[in-house]
Nanobody
Framework: VQLVESGGELVQAGGSLRLSCQAS????????MGWVRRAPGKERVFVAA????????NFADSVKGRFTISRDNAKKTLHLQMNSLKPEDTAVYYC?????????????????WGQGTPVTVSS
């Protein structure tokens, strides 16, 4: 199983970034997918999730209205579009897979993790 993130970089506050995750080694289309982030010196926290068919989404309150999540089951890819970025969005962003869409806010329900991609938002 592999989840490989890309797209993280240094961006100015107010800017946008699009993160991508390429999945392999498991049946991507039956898993809920999501993003988790870890800010410097803090624990990992849930950011966003999308159901296996892409019909349901869920976002942390801190990113609602600014981030969108999407997936392409044919290409086994997951994306996170991040707009209006703030310095507090600075973190390592991890791609995650779970059998439970509604349970993705609980990190213990995540079965597969990527290695993470760093995002730095400068003020």
């Amino acid at each position: 199983v592999q989840l490989v993130e890309s797209g993280g970089e240094l961006v100015q506050a107010g800017g946008s970034l699009r993160l991508s995750c390429q999945a392999s080694g498991f049946t991507f289309s039956v898993y809920a997918m999501g993003w988790v982030r870890r800010a410097p010196g803090k624990e990992r926290v849930f950011v966003a999730a999308i159901g296996s068919r892409g019909l349901s989404t869920n976002f942390a309150d801190s990113v609602k209205g600014r981030f969108t999540i999407s997936r392409d089951n044919a290409k086994k890819t997951l994306h996170l579009q991040m707009n209006s970025l703030k310095p507090e969005d600075t973190a390592v962003y991890y791609c995650a897979a779970s059998q439970y869409f509604s349970g993705m806010t609980t990190l213990a329900n995540i079965k597969y993790w990527g290695q993470g991609t760093p995002v730095t938002v400068s003020s």
